[in-house]
């Protein structure tokens, strides 16, 4: 069986080679600012906003 090839990280400018997407350094960078915008208080404002709204 042949190993999974490793490619570079998708990170640009990175030189480490991944088996995934980004090396693990740049895949925890990626992943905690997808999770702060994930978060964004206006997604939430919206949504309490709307609930209100429809409960009337
Ligand atoms: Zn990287």
Redesign the pocket.
Known sequence: MPRKPKKP???SG?P?L?EGR??P??MSKVNSEYEKYGRDPRTITYDGWTGGNMAT
């Open positions: 990280c998708a990170y990175c480490n991944t980004y090396c350094e740049h």
